[in-house]
């Protein structure tokens, strides 16, 4: 009998444990949403994850040639384009990035800033959002710089980005993404400021497992076709694993929104990957 009132006893403490945790959570303002997406992209576009407080972030981004390039090029396998990214985690609301890319030799610095998080509870807001900037500086042969009409900021270019989430529920996460690009130096009769809005989303398969999806609908008339991307998230421990199908080679925000010349249905799809790893330099 002592036994069985020991273990009612323990049970009933155990429930009212359970009720207060639940009680402090539902009235917690700073109860907040994490893991709305698994990584710090969708596919080419940023999520409203960050680079956590001290993590230093190293992303390789691949991507190869068209499928429709033929059997001699192996579908493309026998071309690619890279960026190499460095993320750093400055604080919990905000981080700072540098990335280089073999497309049009870009160099790209980068800051990301939360203003918000997704929340539960007493004062519980619905949404995740942030703020992305990210300059672009296209680099020049020696040659072209000792040119009289070479200017060093005609090869600079901006992206400035609303990031607006919501995690649905534990396996769906959506994203809108609105967009300006600002390029200094346009051909004649081209637009300086460049708009565009991403939807992008994620459902996940398994705890391990997920698939994306982001397009970005451009508003400036122009020849570019609005890029259309595809792709797989495996977590592999310390690694993020995104394998993408995608109509644009580009993987930096000036480049793959308004410079996309790859059409789905003609089999202009680049299929790469990105692999990132997470080191912590500060605990």
């Not at 956590?52 to 071309?79: A, E, M, P, V, W």
């Not at 698939?211 to 792709?231: C, D, H, K, R, T």
């Not at 694993?241 to 080679?249: E, K, M, T």
């Amino acid at each position: 009998m002592k036994r069985i009132l020991l273990i009612l006893l323990l049970c009933n403490t155990i429930a009212f444990a359970q009720n207060d945790l639940f009680q402090l959570l539902s009235d917690d303002p700073n109860y907040k949403i994490s893991s709305t997406f698994k990584g710090v992209k969708i596919v080419n576009g940023q999520s409203v994850e960050q680079v956590s407080k001290g993590d230093l972030l190293f992303l390789i981004q691949h991507r190869f040639g068209t499928l429709n390039s033929g059997g001699y090029n192996l579908y493309g396998l026998d071309n690619s384009q890279v960026r190499f990214g460095l993320d750093y985690g400055v604080n919990d609301w905000s981080s700072v990035g540098l990335g280089r890319s073999s497309f049009l030799k870009t160099i790209d610095a980068n800051s990301k800033v939360k203003l918000v998080n997704q929340s539960k509870g007493k004062n519980a807001f619905p949404l995740s959002l942030v703020w992305y900037s990210s300059a672009f500086f296209k680099q020049s042969v020696w040659e072209d710089m000792q040119k009289e009409n070479y200017v060093i900021s005609d090869q600079i270019s901006y992206a400035h980005q609303l990031l607006i989430a919501r995690k649905m529920n534990s396996n769906l996460s959506i994203q809108l993404s609105p967009t300006i690009v600002h390029k200094n130096v346009v051909i004649e009769g081209g637009s300086h400021d460049l708009l565009s809005v991403g939807i992008g989303g994620r459902h996940k398969l398994t705890s391990r497992i997920s698939v994306n999806a982001e397009y970005f609908l451009q508003f400036n008339e122009g020849e570019s076709i609005n890029p259309l991307s595809l792709g797989l998230d495996i977590e592999t421990g310390g690694h993020i694993f995104q394998l993408h199908l995608s109509n644009s080679a580009a993987m930096f925000e000036r480049a793959f929104i308004h410079e996309t010349n790859g059409n789905w249905l003609k089999g202009d799809i680049y299929f790469g990957f990105n692999i990132s790893r997470v080191f912590t330099l500060v605990k």
